[in-house]
């Protein structure tokens, strides 16, 4: 058998001419945008790639930012990241010809174990700066939604069947259409009845010169309304169109071991109870929340005055919130936070709040049943007194819970043991024990 040896400087001058030899590059002619939306139910914040290049990250309803790139041929990848593991896993690909002034949106349907990736696109918009309309097209992302008809006017319009301005099916997207500037309402009727009101904004103001891309979703465990829209710009943030027929909703805890037991009121004259006798870790029901400013005070059950709390409380339209009275004596307060209540296909939720006086910043560690606790790191430092933490998020499995003063190394609390699974989400408060040395550990839900 004979070999044949070549010399390095000889492979390289082979292989430069075989690359110089009847192959090029594709060259581009123009630019491109291109973005992402998550329409997941149980998804978290996903990935968006283009090849191996991150391009940003979004979580359910939520859209990347618009960026450009050559009009030559890409794959778009997502990704996700389940609990437990070191890296990232890809769960979906989508190759594309980009072509130049073209506005794109990959849109992720589906779940992580059968994700679909639409594709959404429209020529791009130069707008002059005399314009006074701007350029929408609305989608159809609602999965519990069948083949509905939308209608689009100005506040006060009735839709009438003939007047929609598109009849859709889940992941149908309409063309273009030009609007002036303005107040508009986004209403959804089922087919061909316009007198079943299905899903009805609030008003919305739209601006000139704008690219909007208005899609329905539903709704989750976050709101009681089945579905909101939300508008996606060009040019600002995106803009949520809650269902005006459901309105905020709040529930009220008594977190303050010092307020003792209270009644609350939303008027200034204190004529209108909402929630009585809440005493010391009482959780009222949630209760509808008027939009706009609400004036809520906190007086001694029974007693009209004297007035122990007073707070503005406003949450957004469809939101479910929380309430917290906390604080000593001297510095009672009341604070509001938003819950995120959806669980989803990658991990389990745990989110805390701290309502303890005595111990201004706290740790919080989740570690395996029976393991020793100072080998352990703690999945939460430094939460603050009258806060609420991030969602922390966890493997599937059992857990014991314990409590530390930060930078202390006695217990504070715990171990409270927690059996969860995939998709759970676990609602918890931190509160002040009468024994000042301690605090207690106290599990509001899980799976709200």
């Known amino acids: ?48 790639l283009i090849e191996e290049r991150s391009v940003g990250t979004a979580d359910f309803r939520q859209a990347t930012n618009l960026v450009e790139y050559d009009d030559l041929t890409y794959t778009f990848n997502f990704e996700a990241f389940f609990a437990g593991d070191t890296s990232l896993t890809r769960f979906a690909s989508r190759h594309l010809d980009v072509v130049a002034d073209t ?38 992302t609602a999965e519990s939604l069948g083949t509905v008809d939308y209608y689009f006017a100005p506040p006060g319009t009735a839709p009438v069947l003939g007047e929609e301005i598109g009849t859709l099916a889940f992941g149908d997207i309409t063309s273009v259409a030009d609007y002036q500037a303005g107040d508009y309402v986004l209403t959804v009727t089922a087919g061909d009845d316009p007198t079943d009101v299905l899903f009805q904004s609030d008003t919305t103001t ?48 008594n977190g303050s071991l010092d307020l003792g037991t209270v009644d609350i009121y939303d008027d200034e004259m204190q004529a209108s109870q909402i929630v009585d006798n809440l005493s010391h870790k009482g959780v009222s029901a949630e209760l509808n929340l008027a939009a706009g400013n609400n004036e809520i005070s906190f007086t001694p059950s029974d007693v009209n005055n004297p007035i122990l709390i007073e707070a503005t409380v406003n949450f957004f339209t469809g939101i479910r919130g929380r309430v917290v009275a906390v604080g000593e004596t001297d510095t009672l307060r009341a604070v509001a936070y938003s819950t995120d209540r959806r669980g989803v296909d990658t991990h389990a939720k745990l989110q805390i709040f701290s309502a303890t006086s005595n111990f201004p910043f706290v740790s919080v560690f989740a570690i395996a049943p029976d393991a020793v606790l100072d080998t352990q790191a703690p999945i939460l430092s430094s939460l603050t007194s009258g806060s609420a ?60």
Not at 20 to 45: F, H, Q, T, V, Y
Not at 224 to 251: G, H, Q, W
Not at 394 to 412: F, K, P, W
Request: aromatic fraction near 10%; hydrophobic fraction near 45%; include cysteine.
């Open 1 to 48: 058998m004979r070999f044949r040896y070549l010399t390095l400087p000889l492979v390289a001058t082979l292989m430069i001419a075989a690359c110089d030899s009847g192959s090029s590059l594709p060259e581009a002619s123009g630019k491109a945008s291109i973005r992402a939306i998550n329409a997941m139910p149980s998804a978290p914040e996903v990935s968006f």
């Open 103 to 140: 506005d794109y949106i990959m849109v992720l349907t589906g779940t992580l174990a059968n994700a679909s990736v639409l594709l959404w696109e429209s020529p791009q918009r130069a707008f002059s700066a005399t314009d006074t309309v701007f350029e929408a097209k609305f989608a159809h």
């Open 206 to 253: 739209l601006v000139a010169a704008t690219q909007y891309t208005i899609s329905t979703f539903d709704g989750g465990p976050n709101t009681f309304a089945p579905i909101i829209a939300r508008a996606y710009p060009t040019t600002a943030s995106v803009l949520t169109l809650a269902d005006i027929n459901y309105p905020a909703t709040v529930e009220f805890v």
């Open 389 to 448: 933490s991030a969602n922390l998020p966890l493997a599937a499995g059992s857990y014991d819970i314990y409590i530390r003063e930060t930078l202390g190394t006695a217990n504070l609390a715990g171990p409270v043991r927690l059996d969860i699974e995939i998709g759970d989400v676990v609602q918890a408060i931190i509160y002040d024990n009468v024994d000042p040395a301690i605090a207690d550990f106290e599990v509001l839900s899980i799976n709200p």
